[in-house]
């Protein structure tokens, strides 16, 4: 075991980081794009005045909330994989996409009933449709106050795509996994790893807190 | 214009509305008064179905508006609502907040729907604060940019729940002076309120709610005199000499 750091490992393999990292942002914003419209859905669905729709997004929601992400993997890759040919590039969006959704959904729903009521009653008096006051009056103020635990979730999911590597998604992390089992450069790797990460959150966190200021100052 | 039959409406065991019978002709003006807790503001907010009833009928200019067969949304267009505490939408502009319903319910387009929501803030006072958020306005400008809001829609009939109730005392005349003029221009308009002499200078008539009924409806110059009932007279002895 030699002790010396040598991160020429990093420039000599930056190849097959940037090819890691870009199946790590690739499937991080399509499972992302994808869990938006699934947490809108099924947050709405939790405060249903219809049973079964209730009934419906709340198992989803704890049922995704209760199993690990790991395990959710691999039920989909190796359980629905005989079923239908996903491959770990699918599994794993469908996978990340869904788990996140549920997160999301609790978020959507607590967004929603922090809008006071008077602003339903407001748009349904001028005759707006449930649909329409939820499009245009409730969902745009609840979108702005659930920007920020929304960012967390997102930066969640970003790292936990590193969990793909599992069902053989050829991700950052397995690449650098695979590189240290033949180069035995472990600190290096997961240090310039662990940053790689750190850069694509923060540059997101970055991105909503200058979406939140500008629709902050559209107030004023 | 506004038939309201038998109604009655309870919350559990409290019963809120207890046989309510009142008809509402055409261009006038009628408010609701009474106690708090009479049921007022839960009578007004049954006739654009806010609130439910459990038996009875509201027919609002020949649409009976608590018959699941009715197309609410359609019968709301036509039934302004201005709130107390006005619900304004904090995220749009004055003019936004006046125009939006216009665009998405009836589909106007959007320069037909600023062009009369620009005539309806300039009529109320508001026309130079077109592009001001809720947040930046005060009280009385608030309510009056919730007026404007409810008139966009061009309804023949608006409801007023307690619309001064929520205002600084050098407001409120701002508010009554809008709702004047409406008087004036033959809208026909319920209103809860507690402004006793707006409610004697322009109402047609006075109803006076206590305990989820109505006790007695009379025109204001008879009412404010010589209220038949004993707990009108109560009630006037205590409003109009604090």
Redesign the interface.
């Known amino acids: 075991m030699n002790n010396q750091l040598d991160w020429s490992v990093i420039p000599n393999n930056m190849d097959v980081f940037i090819q890691g990292a870009i199946l790590t942002l690739e499937i991080s914003a399509i499972s992302l794009l994808l869990s938006i419209p699934l947490g809108i859905i099924f947050g709405i669905g939790r405060i249903s005045r219809n049973p079964i729709i209730r009934f419906i997004s709340g198992a989803y929601v704890e049922i995704m909330r209760g199993v690990p992400l790991l395990v959710l993997l691999m039920w989909i890759y190796f359980g629905l994989g005989q079923f239908f040919s996903l491959g770990s590039y699918w599994g794993s969006i469908i996978g990340l996409a869904t788990f996140s959704g549920a997160f999301l959904a609790e978020i959507v729903r607590s967004g929603i009933q922090a809008v006071?009521k008077?602003?339903m009653?407001?748009?349904?008096?001028?005759?707006?449709?449930n649909f329409?006051a939820m499009r245009?009056?409730i969902l745009?103020?609840a979108f702005?106050r659930i920007l920020p635990p929304m960012a967390s979730q997102f930066i969640i999911l970003i790292k936990d795509s590193s969990l793909i590597s599992v069902i053989a998604g050829v991700d950052l992390t397995l690449k650098a996994k695979n590189l240290a089992a033949t180069s035995f450069r472990y600190i290096e790797i997961w240090t310039f790893v662990a940053l790689v990460y750190f850069i694509m959150t923060f540059s997101l966190s970055l991105i909503i807190r200058a979406i939140e200021k500008r629709?902050l100052k559209?107030?004023? | 214009m506004i038939s309201i039959k038998n109604v009655n409406k309870s919350f559990g065991d409290h019963h809120v509305l207890t046989d309510i019978t009142l008809e509402v002709p055409k261009s006038n003006v009628v408010a609701l008064i009474g106690p708090s807790g009479a049921g007022k503001s839960t009578l007004i907010r049954t006739i654009n179905a806010l609130e439910t009833i459990d038996t009875g009928d509201i027919i609002v200019d020949g649409i009976s508006i608590h018959d699941k067969k009715t197309d609410i949304n359609k019968a709301r267009t036509n039934i302004g609502f201005v709130f107390q505490s006005f619900n304004l939408y904090p995220f749009l502009t004055a003019l936004e907040n006046v125009t939006i319903a216009p665009q998405k319910v009836k589909g106007l387009s959007k320069a037909d729907a600023e062009k009369r929501g620009k005539e309806l803030l300039t009529s109320l006072g508001l026309g130079d604060k077109f592009d001001a958020y809720p947040g930046r306005l005060s009280g009385g400008q608030q309510q009056r940019v919730a007026i404007a809001r409810a008139l966009a829609m061009d309804p023949q009939i608006m409801l007023f729940d307690e619309p001064t109730s929520a205002l600084d005392p050098e407001m409120v005349k701002e508010v009554l002076d809008a709702i004047r003029k409406l008087a004036g221009d033959g809208m026909t308009m319920v209103v809860v309120t507690h402004e006793m002499g707006f409610a004697k200078e322009i109402c047609d008539q006075i109803v006076f709610m206590a305990e989820g009924k109505i006790v007695e409806i009379a025109p204001p110059e008879k009412f404010f005199t010589n209220p038949d009932s004993k707990r009108a007279q109560d009630f006037l002895s205590v409003v109009l000499n604090h």
């Open positions: 006071p008077g602003q009653e407001a748009a349904r008096s001028a005759g707006m449709s329409q245009f009056i745009p103020q702005r629709m559209s107030e004023q």
